[in-house]
């Protein structure tokens, strides 16, 4: 059974910096990504990394500000966010992707191709 547990989050001013952590256990993982929810919108993607780490995706809003990694000996990705907004506030969601599919950019950015989740975590930047 396949378990993801992030930690991490919490309240920053503005302009300060949070590390969220997902622990993943029970099978074997891939690509890896974190989506986000705010208030009253719908799901995002925030970024994505490969099996390897050599390849990462941003959505443009975090580009030169979050960067996303992972240890593999540890089955644990990151996320760290620096320079952070009010706008990023929201629950941070870290997923892994089906095993049947590659590790793209494209099959990355895409929640439907994504097969657990964990529960959750709460990022609030206040101004």
């Known amino acids: 059974q396949v378990q993801l547990v992030e930690s991490g989050g919490g309240l920053v001013q503005a302009g300060g910096s949070l590390r969220l952590s997902c622990a993943a256990s029970?099978?074997?993982?891939?690509?890896m990504g974190w989506f986000r929810r705010a208030p009253g919108k719908d799901s995002e993607f925030v970024t994505a990394?490969?099996?390897?780490?050599?390849?990462?995706y941003y959505t443009d809003s975090v580009k030169g500000r979050f960067t996303i990694s992972r240890d593999n000996a540890k089955n644990t990705v990151y996320l760290q966010m620096n320079s952070l907004k009010p706008e990023d506030t929201a629950v941070y969601y870290c997923?892994?992707?089906?095993?049947?599919?590659?590790?793209?950019?494209?099959?990355?950015?895409?929640?439907?191709?994504?097969?657990?989740w964990g529960q959750g975590t709460q990022v609030t930047v206040s101004s």
């Open positions: 997923a892994v992707v089906r095993l049947s599919l590659p590790a793209l950019g494209v099959i990355l950015k895409d929640s439907n191709n994504y097969d657990a």
């Open positions: 029970g099978r074997f993982f891939s690509g």
């Open positions: 990394i490969d099996r390897s780490g050599s390849s990462t």
